[in-house]
């Protein structure tokens, strides 16, 4: 191994960190990937119009459909689907039923985007 190489990371189950999830919209941190969070999050109901200014935004849907608002119209994500949001673009997630959702993000990404309101959280990891 280079001196400069980490330790392969401990393998994440994705099944058991989302067990522990109990509140929507509040994105729980599960590993980091150079500058980026993988992060998983569960949503159901409508979030805020937003966009991130410097930040690309990926979306994999893992259990439910998730759709996302967009100014030219909404795309749909079922299970097993993944959707990349480039920075710029205001969108609006939509989960009419609960949705299991696996994000990549950069390390900077606000999951509010521009937008400050009571949904603003602070990843933290689980």
Do not use: C
Not at 66 to 89: C, N, W
Not at 100 to 125: C, F, I, P, Y
């Amino acid at each position: 191994m280079a001196k400069d190489a980490k330790k392969p990371a401990p393998t994440v189950n994705l099944r058991a960190k989302l067990d522990r999830i109990g509140d929507y919209w509040k994105p729980k941190i599960i590993a980091e990937l150079n500058d980026s969070y993988v992060k998983l999050v569960k949503l159901k109901g409508e979030f805020v119009w937003h966009h991130h200014a410097g930040e690309d935004e990926l979306f994999h849907v893992l259990k439910g459909r998730l759709r996302i608002d967009l100014p030219d119209g909404p795309i749909h994500l079922r299970e097993g689907e993944l959707a990349v949001i480039p920075r710029g673009t205001e969108h609006r997630p939509v989960a009419d039923e609960e949705v299991h959702v696996l994000l990549l993000e950069a390390k900077s990404t606000v999951n509010t985007g521009q937008v400050r309101s009571e949904r603003t959280v602070d990843a933290e990891w689980i």
